[in-house]
């Protein structure tokens, strides 16, 4: 595959399996690539025909990162991760140059509070979010709640809990709240089991938090299922926030990933 004046190949520096249906590639960063945290990249693989399919893949790395991280489902069948699933170390990607997306933070006025609500492989926006400086300078507290249907489907724990040991954020890092949520698994005692949309509606999520959600102190960023999105989103304009809008900030900044 080559390059043209639309897009780059880079190429597949490191792969990471966490589930048969879930996986994690790191590639090579042009230097002209640039993103904010929260945004999506446009990838191109070549089908089975030779055609290029492309997809809209957010991007979990750093702007500051020299490489690019993205964090995968596996669709069965699906004409684009059937065959990114075949890809191994040394393998090409196409990276479109523009980047897109309008999940980022600077769509805020500033808040107390941070939520990142996720489902699935909605998680990704959210880590390059977590790993910008300006986010935790600027919130009392950040909020990652990470809903999955199995417990070994909760992705980049590891790396999650790592801020607490990253000397780089050890004066931020208790102001992390992060909430696993595990919907079809038994959950360890401590965690919630439930919907996103169920806690909100029952005031679990708030409860377990010690942290309510309103218009004045919370800015909340969905991201995945696009029933989840829709639902959340509902809930929320009806205690009051409003989704952020160019000239005019709100509490809500939304993505569907279907
Ligand atoms: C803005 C944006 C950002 C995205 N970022 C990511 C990302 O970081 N990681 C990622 O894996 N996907 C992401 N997606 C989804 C991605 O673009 C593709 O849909 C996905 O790679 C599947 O492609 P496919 O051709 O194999 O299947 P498609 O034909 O695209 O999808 C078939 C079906 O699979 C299901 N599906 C698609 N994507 C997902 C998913 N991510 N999780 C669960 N079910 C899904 C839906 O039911 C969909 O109708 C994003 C989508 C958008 C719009
Ligand atoms: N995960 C798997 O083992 C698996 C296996 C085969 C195929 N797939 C395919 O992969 C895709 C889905 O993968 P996924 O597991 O990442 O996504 P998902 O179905 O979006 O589930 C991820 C999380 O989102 C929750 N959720 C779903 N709809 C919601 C809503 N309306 N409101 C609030 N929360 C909601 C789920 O809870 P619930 O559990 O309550 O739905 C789960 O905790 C589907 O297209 C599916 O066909 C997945």
Known sequence: MKASDKYTA???TELYTWAPNLFSFKTTRSQSYRFIAGQFARLGVEGDHGELV?????????????????YSIVVP?????????????????LVEKKNYGYLTTDRFECGKDLW????G????????????????????NIVLVHSV????????????????????????????????????DQAERSMLNDRITNLLTNGELEAHVGLPIDRERSRVMICGNPDMV???RQILTDRGLTVSLRGKPGN??????W
Not at 57 to 62: D, F, L, N, V
Not at 116 to 119: A, G, K, M, P
Not at 153 to 180: C, D, G, M, R
Not at 252 to 257: D, I, P, S
């Open 77 to 93: 069948d699906g004409a684009f991760t059937s065959r990114l699933a075949q890809l191994k170390v040394g393998d090409q990607v």
């Open 116 to 119: 990142l609500l996720s489902t």
């Open 54 to 70: 492309w997809r809209a893949y957010s991007i979990c790395s750093a702007p500051y990162d020299e490489f690019l991280e993205f």
């Open 230 to 232: 829709q639902e959340t």
């Open 10 to 12: 880079e190429t597949i």
């Open 149 to 184: 249907r199995y417990r070994h489907e909760l992705a980049y724990q590891e790396f999650i809990h790592s801020f607490k040991e990253n000397e780089l954020f050890t004066e931020y890092a208790h102001k992390l709240k992060y909430v696993p949520l595990v919907t079809r």
């Open 121 to 140: 492989t909605g998680l990704a926006p959210f880590l390059s979010i977590l790993q910008e400086f300006d986010t935790w300078e600027k919130y009392e």
């Open 252 to 257: 809500l900044a939304v993505e569907n990933y």
